[in-house]
């Protein structure tokens, strides 16, 4: 019989990441099953079952095992009514980074290693690295994937039975191994967007969670510009379409307790850029980072790394101020802290200044 290094789960998604990921470790000698997520019960928006019929193909092309599991009931208790309830106090959370540290990397983690893991491998851009008999998380070699921000919540048990194979890679050479497997996965788009409202209207969707709070569109000078319907489909730095203006308008500032947007009607207006958040819900990967040095700093997944320094920090809140302006930072989001290609952890931001 054939003498394996060890055995991992793979988080099979469906698509092209966690695809080759599958094949990577297999490739290196690895047993390998897949494991598919089933967060969600109302399939017909989510695509989760035509990405469970890719998962599946996927397995059989490599000739591994894939169970389906389904931890529905813990993904709407621990991220969805949180998001809910950071939608409906004002804020614009991010689902992804809880679904990583409250479900993947604990529900799917344990039910990987009672079934005979010793590792979860996922298809995220990351890399692990051991220093010092700790676990660092660093950025991947592919700096435009980097997915860091996403895990930043991982703690030292759960990143010591991680994997993350791609960290080598680039998306093309990924998709070029993932022609190998199944030419149809290499061609499917890189998902985007939060997963259970699919195709849908984020506002379409979140009305049938949350009462409609209406309300008025003021610019800064107080005049009134316009109605909205409700006050949970609008973030920091959205373009508003608002009925009878021809120009577009940028929200600027929600006040929730006045039931007033603030817009304006320039998307590089000087309101709309800031260097100040002020940060809570930390988690810290390896070491406590120190108040007065240089880091850098993103504030949402898609903008790059900005020198930022520490000005204040406790056990349970950070001041941190970003050295360039910063384009609409926004409570509910997270803010994470990298100390060069190292992802030191970070919180959520819970106001601005």
Known sequence: SMKYKATVAVAMSGGVDSAVSALLLKNAGYKVFGVFMKNWEDDDQCNSREDFIDAVSVAETLKIDIFQVNFSKDYKKKVFDNFLLSLSSGNTPNPDVFC?????????????????????????????????????LECPEDLIKDQTYFL?????????????????????????????????????????????????????????????????????????????????????????????????????????????????????????????????????????????????????????????????????????????DQYALTSGQSAVIYDSHNCLGGGIIYDVE
Request: proline content about 2%; aromatic content about 12%; overall charge positive.
């Open 100 to 136: 990583n540290s409250e479900i993947k990397f604990n529900n799917l983690l344990n039910y990987s290693l009672e079934n005979g893991a010793d590792f979860l491998a996922t298809g995220h851009y990351a890399r692990k690295e051991k220093r010092n008999n700790k676990f660092n």
């Open 152 to 324: 930043y919540r991982l703690n030292q048990e759960q990143l010591s039975k991680s994997f993350f194979p791609l960290y080598k890679f680039n998306k093309n050479q990924v998709r070029k191994l993932a022609n190998e497997i199944n030419i149809e996965i290499a061609k499917k788009k890189d998902s985007v967007g939060i997963c259970f409202i699919g195709k849908r209207k984020f506002s379409a969707f979140i009305d049938n969670y949350l009462e409609k709070e209406p309300g008025d569109f003021i610019d800064l000078d107080g005049n009134l510009i316009g109605q909205y319907s409700s006050i949970h489909n609008y973030t920091i730095g959205q373009k508003a379409s608002i009925p009878g203006k021809k120009t577009s308008w940028y929200v600027v500032e929600k006040n929730k307790s006045e039931k007033k947007i603030l817009v304006v009607n320039n998307r590089n207006h000087k309101s709309l850029y800031k260097r100040k958040v002020f940060v809570k819900d930390l988690n810290w990967i390896n070491e406590i980072p120190k108040k007065e040095l240089v880091y850098t700093g993103k504030a949402r997944y898609n903008q790059l790394q900005s020198p930022c320094v520490i000005s204040k920090i406790t056990d349970k809140h950070v001041e941190l101020n970003f050295a360039t």
